[in-house]
């Protein structure tokens, strides 16, 4: 077994992070129980696509996901972490396609059913790769409940979602675009459609503004095209509503070259500012993009192309030209008429059919359809009411703008990879038979001549019943304990797509909200705050990272400096600070664990009310408000910021103070040793605990070595808990010890060119504080590099004739450093001058706080009296920095 044998290495290594992982698996660490009694913790993973493979924004999504499952399993919750893939219906059949070409199939040659067959034994070969890649990342899912959008359970939920909608008038059939190949005369599917790259020319067209009296102004908005063809099909001109070259020309009228007919300019978010001149032309009967804006601004579509390719009889002259050859002719006839700008060669993407490669042509046909208005309504109200959450909040916006704004929904896809849709024609009386169940008779003239519609559904339409589906619904009990779920993390870009639909579905079919929080993160990019992608060469691939430096070092390095809804930077300056974070981890580990291992310690052995050395009340003190300010940050969110105070503590006060104070205490008598011990051991455990949700990897193997139950997994020990312990004093003292080493040690860098000189220091102090700095004396000596340290009632600088001294202040202390006989008076003046200007700046801030009426009458007493004290000792800390300064002037 893995745990056998553990012991620390030199060196952290995370080979066995595959290990662990099974460790997990083995113990049925990450199993959930619908019987629990325990309070529930359910987050559904968003379904990754079956054709995907890891990238650093699914990673980002996981370790989220991860992390706020660890935190609540630990906390005693019944947790549920629940995975799932997506048969993601185009992206899918187009690698199935790409396969079947390579051995000289065809789609329409092969027939459904054997296109079915091929899919099917496709996605059992390569469906699951990005779930093992998931696993890598050490995401602590329930694998026995695992689910996939197109599984018997999901897809009977899918069926029932459309027939209930059906039946309540809330799905209907009509008009929609698809793709048209022209040569072969069919439609084709977005699967079927293949880019190829076109020298081609982009043209500039002027259409100019009609006034009131519906004349032609001299203003003119210039439209850059591709397809000036389609110009009599045109139904608008459409403008970016944050373009300020155009806000003032949204509600007036242009007339549309060469046919002169008046057509608005509207506003739609969707315009490319950067495309082009800005200015669309809305031709929704031949672009998919301007069919979606004709449907939000309930726009006529026309149609100028015949399905053969010929232009028809609404363009003019050019009826029945092909299409290429009258978009030359439309080219002279826009620049004989003076309409046309400019005419400029670029190169781009065009879709082609897969088949014959004949340009494809945009076309309307018939689709089916969900009415929206009431379903979106009731997404609105519920998120308006506060029982659905957005973090952040602002995200609630991107919600409520797609939900008041939606038109019906396209739910048909003209592809065979996904549901199909349950709906079957009549060949005698074309009734629409609806079913869950294949129908062997039409429901309305009872005839057997039916035939079922060729399309399958949406991928969205199934993705939208994810978080109840994946529990059995419609069945009776899918809801006994997990649903609704606690949490959804996604990303910003599938708010409207994912987010919102699973809203409006859940309300509709189950009447309860899907989940209570929606988490919404950003983009990863990469150091330069540049988006990831081929062409910039900057792609990191998740995989090659964890296999180079562990799964922790990438899981912290996303977390960190991560903050919600905003896009977070990753590279391998990163992933370097986060492999030294491990590093310091499991280093400081080892120095416990060699210090503590043969002292029969337990972990509940600690009694803070017994202990007596400052320091480790000021640690515990310290790592007390950590907890609280962990449970608070969890409670908002603030995954970044949790771990950013994690490793503060740890690194600044845990390892560069504690770990470095107490190796005086191991030196020393045996009870020091047991008191510090416990300590040691006590902190350190608890910080893995906090550190684990993060870094799961170290924190078991680290938490193996020093716990002997061989099936004991930190994942389900305790998650240290409020210690409700504030030890101020202290703080307060040891960050005087802190203060006074940190001064010595700037004043050491700057004024010692020997680093080999060891100074005296006389550090001026009453009785009271002499008590605490003899206490830490050595300590001080060491961390400095002192030769000798002095603690005095008054400095009488006669004494000391043969010495020079550089005055050094601390908010509580004035110590004086001796300078080598060899220094440089110039330096020592430069070193006081920089001493006085920093204080004369904090006095000025002070000064503008006592003077400023605003804050006097509003903040409270205390604070004022504060302010007046650091004010009033600042004026005598620059009088005595003068008077230092002085003496070395006068010497000159």
Not at 769 to 779: D, P
Request: charged share 30%; proline share 3%; hydrophobic share 35%.
């Amino acid at each position: 077994m893995w745990v056998n044998n553990l012991s620390f290495d030199k060196n952290y290594s995370h080979k066995d992070e595959g290990k662990i992982y099974q460790f997990w698996l083995d113990n049925d660490v990450f199993l959930s129980d619908d019987k629990s009694e325990k309070e529930s913790y359910c987050v559904v993973m968003p379904p990754p696509n079956i054709t995907g493979s890891l990238h650093l924004g699914h990673a980002l999504n996981q370790t989220i996901q991860d992390i706020l499952i660890r935190f609540k399993r630990m906390c005693g919750f019944e947790v549920l972490f629940l995975p799932g893939t997506d048969h993601a219906s185009i992206a899918t059949e187009v690698k199935i396609l790409e396969n079947m070409r390579n051995e000289g199939l065809y789609k329409k040659d092969l027939g459904r059913e054997d296109f079915l067959k091929k899919a099917w034994d496709w996605k059992e070969k390569y469906g699951g790769k990005i779930i093992e890649q998931i696993k890598k990342l050490g995401t602590s899912c329930d694998w026995r409940r695992e689910r996939f959008t197109k599984d018997e359970i999901c897809s009977n939920a899918v069926s029932e979602f459309f027939v209930r909608l059906y039946k309540k008038g809330l799905i209907y059939r009509g008009a929609r675009i698809v793709n048209w190949c022209p040569n072969c005369l069919t439609s084709i599917s977005d699967a079927e459609v293949e880019y190829k790259e076109f020298d081609d020319f982009l043209f500039t067209i002027n259409y100019y503004i009609c006034d009131d009296k519906l004349s032609k102004t001299s203003v003119f908005l210039s439209v850059a095209t591709t397809r000036p063809e389609t110009i009599f099909a045109d139904v608008a001109l459409a403008v970016n509503p944050k373009d300020e070259r155009y806000s003032r020309m949204i509600g007036k009228s242009v007339f549309i070259p060469i046919e002169n007919r008046i057509i608005p300019v509207v506003s739609d978010e969707s315009i490319d500012i950067d495309y082009g001149t800005g200015v669309l032309k809305v031709t929704p009967g031949h672009s998919f993009e301007d069919f979606e804006i004709g449907i939000r601004h309930n726009f006529n579509v026309l149609t100028v192309i015949n399905e053969d390719g010929t232009m028809n009889d609404n363009c003019k002259n050019y009826g029945g030209f092909d299409r290429f050859k009258v978009r030359e002719l439309i080219c002279e006839e826009l620049n004989n008429s003076g309409f046309l700008q400019k005419k400029e060669k670029i190169v781009h993407n065009v879709g082609c059919c897969y088949r014959c490669g004949t340009v494809i042509e945009p076309m309307v046909s018939t689709q089916w359809f969900v009415k929206m208005n009431g379903l979106a309504k009731n997404a609105i109200d519920i998120v308006k009411n506060g029982d659905i959450v957005f973090a952040p909040k602002h995200f609630e916006k991107v919600h409520f703008h797609w939900m008041e704004n939606i038109k019906d929904w396209c739910i048909s896809r003209q592809l065979w990879w996904g549901h199909r849709i349950p709906a079957w024609y009549c060949g005698e009386c074309n009734h629409i038979t609806v079913s869950k169940n294949n129908p062997k008779k039409c429901e309305n003239c009872n005839s057997k001549n039916i035939k079922q519609d060729e399309d399958i559904l949406d991928t969205w339409f199934s993705s939208a019943l994810w978080p109840f589906s994946v529990f059995g619904w419609p069945d009776s009990d899918y809801d006994k304990k997990f649903f609704p779920t606690n949490t959804l993390v996604t990303g910003r870009d599938i708010i409207f797509f994912w987010v919102s639909r699973m809203i409006f579905s859940s309300l509709e079919l189950t009447n309860k909200i899907p989940f209570k929080h929606v988490l919404i993160h950003g983009l990863v990019r990469d150091g330069q705050g540049r988006k990831m992608s081929k062409s910039l060469g900057n792609g990191i691939d998740p995989i090659e990272v964890i296999d180079n430096y562990g799964a922790d070092a990438l899981r912290i390095s996303l977390i960190s400096g991560l903050t919600l809804g905003n896009d977070t930077r990753f590279s391998n300056e990163k992933l370097e600070g986060s492999k030294n974070f491990l590093n310091k981890v499991w280093n400081a580990s080892r120095y416990v664990h060699m210090n503590v291992k043969n002292l029969n310690i337990k972990f509940e052995d600690l009694e803070i009310k017994s202990l007596k050395l400052t320091h480790n009340l000021w640690i515990l003190s310290k790592f007390s408000s950590l907890i609280d300010e962990i449970y608070k940050n969890f409670d908002e969110f603030e995954l970044g910021l949790i771990f950013q105070k994690i490793y503060d503590f740890f690194w600044d006060d845990f390892c560069d103070w504690y770990l470095e104070i107490v190796k005086f205490d191991f030196k020393s008598g045996e009870e020091k040793v047991l008191e510090t011990s416990k300590v040691v051991f006590y902190l350190l455990i608890n910080i893995l605990k906090v550190l684990h949700p993060f870094a799961p990897f170290i924190t078991e193997k680290i938490f193996k070595i020093f716990n002997s139950d061989p099936c004991v997994s930190i994942s389900v020990s305790k998650f240290p808990k409020p210690i409700k312990f504030k030890d101020t004093k202290s703080e307060s003292k040891i960050s005087e010890i802190i203060n006074i080493i940190k001064k010595i040690r700037v004043w050491n860098n700057e004024n010692l060119n020997d680093k080999n000189t060891r100074p005296d220091a006389y550090i001026l102090c009453d009785e009271n504080r002499k008590v605490l700095l003899k206490q830490y004396e050595n300590i001080i000596i060491a961390f400095t590099k002192l030769k000798n340290l002095f603690f005095i009632n008054n400095f009488d600088s006669g004494k000391f004739e043969n010495k020079n001294f550089n005055l050094i202040f601390t908010d509580n202390f004035e110590i004086y450093v001796s300078l080598p006989r060899d220094k440089e008076k110039t330096e020592i003046l430069s070193f006081l001058a920089k001493e006085i200007e920093g204080a004369n700046s904090r006095l000025d801030k002070y000064k503008k706080l006592i003077d400023d009426k605003n804050f006097q009458s509003k903040a409270p007493e205390k604070v004022r009296r504060d302010i007046s004290e650091k004010f009033y000792a600042l004026n005598v800390k620059i009088e005595k920095l003068k008077e230092e300064k002085n003496k070395y002037t006068d010497e000159g």
